[in-house]
Nanobody
C-alpha cells in the first residue's frame, strides 16, 4: 500500500527555518511528481512547491519563491521542503502529495496520494 508520511513541523519564530520531510513507501513513487501543499484554518488547501519525477524541475508558489526549496532523493524515497525566512502567514498544516503524471503539477485535484500532514506554526 502506497503511503506518504510527513515530519519536521513545529513551532518557530518568524525568520527561522524548518525542514520538512516526506517519506514514501512503494517503489513506484519514484516515477511520480511530488508536491507540498498547505492549509491554514478556514482556508482552502493551496500549492506550495512541486518537483517532477527526476527532481530536475521544480515549481513554487509566488508566496514562497526564494524562501522555500523542494528536493527529492529517489534512492531513499524521500522529498524535502526546506523553509527559510519563515513568516507568520506560513502557518498551516503542510501536506506531501504524489501525482502519477510525473510532471509535478500545481493543481490539488491531480494528486492521487496524500500524507496526513504536519503542523507548522510561525510566531511573530
Amino acid at each position: 500500500q502506497r503511503q506518504l508520511v510527513e515530519s519536521g513541523g513545529g513551532l518557530v519564530q518568524a525568520g527561522a527555518s524548518l525542514r520538512l520531510a516526506c517519506a514514501a513507501s512503494g517503489r513506484t513513487f519514484r516515477s511520480y511528481g511530488m508536491g507540498w501543499f498547505r492549509q491554514a484554518p478556514g482556508k482552502e488547501r493551496e500549492f506550495v512547491a512541486s518537483t517532477n519525477w527526476s527532481g530536475a524541475r521544480t515549481y513554487y508558489a509566488d508566496s514562497v519563491k526564494g524562501r522555500f526549496t523542494i528536493s527529492r532523493d529517489n534512492a531513499k524515497n524521500t522529498v524535502h521542503l526546506q523553509m527559510n525566512s519563515l513568516k507568520p502567514e506560513d502557518t498551516a498544516v503542510y501536506y506531501c502529495a504524489a501525482e502519477s503524471s510525473g510532471v509535478g503539477q500545481s493543481a490539488v485535484g491531480v494528486y492521487n496520494y496524500w500524507g496526513q500532514g504536519t503542523q507548522v506554526t510561525v510566531s511573530s
